[in-house]
């Protein structure tokens, strides 16, 4: 997997060891702050400016790649860096060292949680569902004036809303999905692609095409074997590979695919759901690592620690097997118009999902009076205009809704 840099350079493929991998990654997992945005800046500077593993040009084909694919964008830029500098199993290495810190606090978050009981009842724990509720709606607007810019888009967008809502389960959120890629094909336009640089992670076609076989085996053979069964932990399994599997615009487009997944079904109640994801908001890494809380906070078991293991395994699943299978073929693909024609609906309607999840179930189970309606606003505030750092905005959002709560309000 050596691949020879250019100019004389290091080698950039295969030079490190999976330790090599793990330090700076580990370090990027406890301090990167501010989501996905966020996260390729910090790989930015890590890796192309300070420790030119790579050049801009072959960072941006990456990025470019991780966009294409669903699942999480930011930790799939990273598992594929990893796999740049130590293969495989420097993938592995910089997917863990990158997830572990966030998985771990949500892990100590939900056995928080269920110590403490009535999560339902407690102010500061409604507040951090307030607080969830402007981090969608803000990353509802940010996705809204980068991916619906124009009126074909942005009806895209509204169609895929309503259709989610009135069909609220995972079958209108699929529907949306493909109904936005098969509209985008047809009438949205595309254009060339950039010019293209050296394909920066070599991986043999027959390995690749295992892969998406694989991909494709567990996607439609897992819901097949988990009604087959009676297996709890395989239903688990099952859910949160299809969440990993099929949501397309990164961390905050996963909250209706996993609310449908977790909550009609009584595995966990939706104030739990809400009072987890907004803890996502205060921990740096991945918004993913959100799979892990739920894993430990779900009922019946498989739950705790090996709940949450299971779970953030089976979300990141898909983004391993796709990043291995697609790699050899990424050129193609992305010279092809059609491609880029659909990826364009895809995306709007990815939107459209991400503002039905804004009105249910984040806005109906957070927004129960006028004073909340307030705080959220504040929050909304905070984030979008001052820039304050998330973490902050959870804890106003969580002393706010306590002081509403002393106070009567």
Same mark, same amino acid.
């Given at each position: ?15 490190g ?16 702050f501010?989501?996905? %945005? ?10 192309v400016e ?7 040009g072959?960072?941006s084909?990456?990025v470019?790649?991780?966009?294409f694919?669903?699942? +999480?964008?930011s ?6 860096l ?12 910089a997917?863990?060292?990158f ?5 771990? @606090?949500?892990?100590a ?13 407690? +102010?500061?724990l409604?507040?951090? &569902? =307030?607080? @969830?509720?402007?981090?969608?709606a803000q *990353? %509802?607007?940010g ?7 124009d009126?074909?888009r ?5 169609g895929?809303?309503i259709?989610s ?10 529907g ?12 949205? +336009?595309? *254009?060339?692609? *950039? ?7 070599? =991986?043999?076609k ?10 494709a085996?567990?996607?439609f053979g897992?819901?097949?074997a988990?009604?087959?069964?009676? $297996?709890?932990?395989?239903?688990? !399994? ?23 997944? %977790?909550?009609?079904?009584h595995?966990?109640?939706?104030d739990?759901?809400l ?8 921990? #740096?890494? #991945?918004?993913?690592? !959100? ?5 430990v906070?779900m009922?019946p ?8 293991v299971?779970?953030?395994?089976? =979300?990141y699943l898909? $983004?391993f097997?796709?990043?291995?299978g ?13 491609v880029?024609?659909?990826? &364009?609906g895809v995306?709007?309607?990815? %939107?459209?999902l991400?503002? *039905?999840?804004?009105?249910r ?6 927004i129960?009076? #006028?004073?909340?309606f307030?705080?959220g ?6 984030l979008? !205009?001052?820039?304050?750092? +998330? ?6 959002? @969580? ?7 002393l106070?009567?309000?």
């Amino acid at each position: 997997m050596a691949d020879q840099g250019r100019d004389g350079e290091e080698p950039v493929a295969g030079h490190g060891s999976w330790l090599s991998v793990l330090a700076p990654f580990l370090r990027l997992g406890l301090t990167s702050f501010g989501g996905p %945005v966020a996260h390729l800046g910090y790989f930015r500077a890590e890796f192309v400016e300070k420790r030119k593993w790579l050049d801009e040009g072959a960072y941006s084909d990456i990025v470019a790649l991780c966009q294409f694919l669903p699942g +999480p964008a930011s930790s799939q830029v990273g598992i594929s860096l990893g796999m740049l500098r130590g293969g495989l199993a420097g993938g592995l290495a910089a997917w863990l060292g990158f997830t572990l810190p966030s998985a771990v @606090a949500l892990v100590a978050f939900a056995y928080g949680v269920a110590a403490l009981g009535q999560i339902g009842h407690a +102010p500061w724990l409604h507040g951090l &569902k =307030i607080v @969830a509720v402007a981090v969608v709606a803000q *990353a %509802v607007y940010g996705m809204a004036r980068n991916l619906c810019p124009d009126r074909p888009r942005a009806s895209l967008a509204i169609g895929a809303a309503i259709l989610s809502l009135g069909i609220p389960s995972a079958l209108g959120q699929l529907g949306a999905i493909v109904l936005g890629g098969l509209i985008g094909w047809r009438i949205l +336009p595309a *254009a060339a692609p *950039a010019v293209a640089h050296h394909a920066p992670i070599r =991986i043999g076609k027959p390995l690749a095409v295992a892969a998406l076989a694989l991909f494709a085996l567990l996607l439609f053979g897992l819901p097949l074997a988990a009604a087959a069964s009676h $297996s709890h932990a395989l239903h688990l !399994f099952s859910s949160f590979y299809r969440a990993g599997a099929l949501v397309f615009g990164g961390g905050h487009v996963v909250l209706p695919l996993l609310q449908q997944a %977790v909550v009609p079904p009584h595995w966990i109640g939706n104030d739990g759901f809400l009072a987890g994801y907004g803890a996502a908001q205060a921990v #740096p890494g #991945p918004l993913f690592a !959100f799979a892990a809380y739920l894993g430990v906070a779900m009922r019946p078991g498989p739950s705790g620690w090996v709940g949450g293991v299971l779970c953030l395994v089976a =979300i990141y699943l898909p $983004s391993f097997l796709l990043l291995i299978g697609v790699l050899p073929f990424w050129e193609r693909l992305r010279r092809g118009l059609a491609v880029q024609a659909a990826l &364009k609906g895809v995306n709007a309607a990815v %939107v459209g999902l991400l503002l *039905a999840a804004l009105y249910r179930p984040v806005w109906t189970s957070a927004i129960l009076s #006028p004073a909340d309606f307030g705080l959220g606003l504040a929050a909304l505030l905070l984030l979008a !205009f001052w820039r304050v750092p +998330p973490w902050a905005v959870v804890l106003f959002g @969580a002393l706010g809704a306590s002081l509403l709560a002393l106070g009567g309000a």
